[in-house]
């Protein structure tokens, strides 16, 4: 069992920046980013692999940038150039396993997820 702490949401105007933290009790072979809204499902934004390989949704790239210490099993989302649609319930998520990587935004191939954390941008 992996048990995942999410810190680091808040409130921010569009175009600030915010950092998210995620820290994992264990270790996972795949550590990646989700946000949803309300009555939506459960989007893939970032991903990262043990070997530091990773995937940005197209949403996000060029502004989001997901990282990885390994020594702390911790995993950062950098996200700048922050927009209102950018607002959602951020979510850590882990797989044991390495996945194909036109999987690693499927979110039902995760085993462990945070509690997700608020991340509010205001126009």
């Known amino acids: 069992q992996v048990q995942l702490m999410e810190s680091g949401g808040g409130s921010v105007q569009a175009g600030g920046s915010l950092n998210l933290s995620c820290t994992a009790s264990?270790?996972?072979?795949?550590m990646a980013w989700f946000r949803q809204d309300p009555d939506k499902a459960r989007e893939g934004v970032a991903a990262?692999?043990?070997?530091?390989?990773?995937r940005l949704a197209n949403s996000v790239r060029g502004r989001f940038t997901i990282s990885k210490d390994n020594a702390k099993n911790t995993m950062y989302l950098q996200m700048k150039s922050l927009k209102a649609e950018d607002t959602s319930v951020y979510y850590c998520?882990?797989?044991?396993?390495?996945?194909?990587?036109?999987?690693?935004?499927?979110?039902?191939?995760?085993?462990?997820w945070g509690q997700g954390t608020l991340v509010t941008v205001s126009s």
């Open positions: 990262i692999d043990s070997d530091g390989y990773t």
């Open positions: 264990g270790t996972a072979y795949l």
């Open positions: 998520a882990a797989a044991r396993n390495p996945l194909p990587t036109g999987l690693a935004f499927v979110a039902s191939r995760y085993n462990f």
